[in-house]
Structures are given as structure tokens and as C-alpha cells.
């Protein structure tokens, strides 16, 4: 078995289960055998036509996508409603102090307004 058969093969189960989607869901909506997606994952069988298939069902147009080592897989649920929870947290905790806000904001204006100053003086001259 050539070491992109490998890749591809290590690719597609990191690919399913980042997503959290079975094999057996993967056959069904990809028109795909079992027996055959069984023999792809064991290195046996047309790798080439599964992952074509595979790419298809999630809309994949790179056809290099799982063949890649350095593959960039979905974020799950988990991870999504994760990353929002510490935003949230963040948000919340740098917005209780109103004064720390307000002197926030004035700084903020303060440095939109020298932008716009240097703007203007590069126009200028």
C-alpha cells in the first residue's frame, strides 16, 4: 500500500469522527458499500473511488484534501460551542467594570482621532 493510500485512509476516519458521523451513515449517503468502506479503512479496495465519493457527500472540491498530511479537519460541536463559551466569559468579564469600559472607549476615540489627524496631515503636505 503506497503512504498516500495511508493518509488518505487515517484522513477520512479523522474526518468522520471530527464531524461525529459513522460509517455506516458515510455508506448510506455516499452510495458506498459497507464491505467496501471496510476494505478501504484495512488498506484493501479502491481507495481513490471511496475518497472520491467521500468528497462528494461533503462537498470537498479539492480532490488532494485527504491525501494531505497537514489535513485542517472541522471543528466538531464541542469544540464550536467551547470556543464560544470562553468568548462569552471574556466578554463578561471585561465589560462588568463600567468606568474601565468608559475609559476604554475614551481612549479608543482619542486614537481614531489622531488617525484621522495623520490622515489629514499626509494629505495635506
Known amino acids: 500500500m ?20 459513522s460509517h455506516k451513515w458515510v455508506c448510506q449517503r455516499a452510495n458506498i458499500f459497507e464491505e467496501h468502506f471496510l476494505k478501504f479503512l484495512n488498506g484493501e479496495g479502491h481507495t481513490e473511488e471511496v475518497v472520491t465519493k467521500i468528497s462528494k457527500l461533503f462537498r470537498i472540491n479539492d480532490s488532494s ?14 469544540q464550536l460551542e467551547m470556543n464560544s463559551f470562553q468568548n462569552l466569559q471574556s466578554t463578561n468579564f471585561h465589560v462588568t467594570d463600567s468606568q474601565e469600559l468608559q475609559e476604554t472607549m475614551r481612549i479608543l476615540d482619542d486614537v481614531i482621532n489622531m488617525i484621522n489627524i495623520l490622515k489629514t496631515a499626509k494629505e495635506i503636505g
Not at 503506497?2 to 458521523?21: C, D, M, P, S, T
Not at 484534501?65 to 464541542?78: A, G, Q, V
Open 2 to 21: 503506497k503512504e498516500n493510500e495511508l493518509v488518505a485512509i487515517r484522513n477520512v476516519q479523522a474526518y468522520l469522527e471530527a464531524i461525529g458521523k
Open 65 to 78: 484534501y485527504f491525501y494531505s498530511i497537514d489535513i485542517k479537519l472541522p471543528r466538531n460541536l464541542e
